[in-house]
């Protein structure tokens, strides 16, 4: 098998039983966009641990969920970022670049699919810029 193949096969099981798909209960934020190109919609939420003031430790995404509907790239960027990201400070969050979505996708994407893919770490950016 291809490693082309793999990662179609990895985008198309994170499209069919995407990871972390659903609602928060009192969440801490939440955003959503649509992908005016194509109509793609992604809303995600986080609740985040209470940041410890005494020794400067960041807050953290305790739980993170996303809905949605759009392509499979979209949805399973959703899912595998999700995944991705789930435990780590807010801070370490902000870092996460398209750059890292294209690895965790594994696949070349053309110029009019990016913006699928990239949709999802732009929902959670703005996400975690509510919080601050």
Not at 13 to 40: M, Q, V, W
Not at 66 to 74: E, K, N, R
Not at 76 to 92: F, I, M, P, Q
Not at 94 to 107: H, P
């Amino acid at each position: 098998m291809l490693m082309d193949d793999l990662y179609k096969e990895i985008i198309l099981e994170h499209y069919k039983h995407p990871r972390n798909f659903g609602k928060i209960n009192n969440a801490s934020a939440g955003f959503t966009l649509t992908n005016d190109l194509c109509g793609d919609e992604i809303a995600m939420e986080i609740t985040i641990t209470k940041p410890m003031t005494k020794n400067q430790r960041p807050a953290t995404i305790k739980d993170i969920k996303f809905q949605g509907q759009g392509c499979a790239l979209s949805i399973a960027s959703a899912s595998l970022l999700t995944e991705h990201v789930k435990g780590w400070d807010l801070h370490k969050v902000l870092t996460v670049t398209g750059k890292d979505i294209f690895m965790l996708l594994g696949v070349n994407l053309n110029h009019a699919r990016i913006k699928c893919a990239l949709l999802p770490l732009e929902v959670l950016h703005k996400t975690i810029g509510l919080l601050k």
